[in-house]
């Protein structure tokens, strides 16, 4: 069973800059497809950006589209996120997924088999 632990969240002021990680357990972590989901208080989840095994593949919601990153380093068995030129609306606990095909970087959350615990990302005015 593999294992997600987020970090990387805290309170950044708008057009700052956060980076958010994901460590994996597990030794498969390499054969993973990997996403990045967000929640915020009163609002259902939503899709942020995803990555497959190879890192070859991105996708990324509009609303974040050219300002956030998403990479991985499968030595290190992480992914991140990168995120620049943050704006209020993107104040959400941030989730990292796992999706054992490896091939599929979907924005469908049911496609995603491993979750982490998440990291709350604040953004002030």
């Known amino acids: 069973q593999v294992q997600l632990v987020e970090s990387g969240g805290g309170l950044v002021q708008a057009g700052g800059s956060l980076r958010l990680s994901c460590a994996a357990s597990g030794r498969t972590f390499s054969t993973y497809a990997m996403g990045w989901f967000r929640q915020a208080p009163g609002k259902e989840r939503e899709f942020v950006a995803a990555?497959?095994?190879?890192?070859?593949?991105?996708n990324y919601a509009d609303s974040v589209k050219g300002r956030f990153t998403i990479s991985r380093d499968n030595a290190k068995k992480t992914v991140y996120l990168q995120m620049n030129s943050l704006k209020p609306e993107d104040t959400a606990t941030y989730y990292c997924?796992?999706?054992?095909?490896?091939?599929?970087?979907?924005?469908?959350?049911?496609?995603?088999?491993?979750w982490g615990q998440g990291t709350q990302v604040t953004v002030s005015s």
């Open positions: 990555i497959i095994w190879s890192g070859g593949t991105t």
């Open positions: 997924a796992a999706e054992q095909s490896g091939w599929r970087a979907t924005a469908q959350a049911a496609a995603y088999d491993y």
